[in-house]
């Protein structure tokens, strides 16, 4: 059993910067795939970022990429997810998620995660 706890989110303006972490209990965190995802209003929670269980892969929306930067240490048992030049379609309630899995090093699929946090809610607006 997995839990996430996320940190970071708050108002901000365009161009702005945020750094959401998330904080896993558990001893088993290094073997975690762990990602970030999101969910506007009046949309389907979609996908931002993932990271490997080593730290080593990672994976990027392309609605994020050169903006974003997910990063983990295991040693805190926390992921990070570093967020630059935000816009206001970034505006959402972000997620974190554990998964497992033999068959990759990351996972970009909502379905194939096994535990999700809460969720720390994005606003950005001038």
């Known amino acids: 059993q997995v839990q996430l706890v996320e940190s970071g989110g708050g108002l901000v303006q365009p161009g702005g910067s945020l750094r959401l972490s998330c904080a896993a209990s558990?001893?088993?965190?290094?073997?975690?795939?762990m990602g970030w995802f999101r969910q506007a209003p009046g949309k389907e929670r979609e996908f931002v970022a993932t990271?490997?269980?080593?730290?080593?892969?990672?994976v990027y929306a392309d609605s994020v990429k050169g903006r974003s930067a997910i990063s983990r240490d295991n040693t805190k048992n926390t992921v990070y997810l570093q967020m630059n030049s935000l816009k206001p379609e970034d505006t959402a309630v972000y997620y974190c998620?554990?998964?497992?899995?033999?068959?990759?090093?990351?996972?970009?699929?909502?379905?194939?995660?096994?535990?999700w946090g809460q969720g720390t809610q994005v606003t950005v607006s001038s």
């Open positions: 558990g001893r088993t965190f290094s073997s975690y795939i």
């Open positions: 998620a554990a998964g497992r899995s033999a068959a990759v090093t990351v996972i970009t699929t909502q379905r194939l995660y096994d535990y």
């Open positions: 990271i490997s269980s080593n730290g080593f892969t990672t």
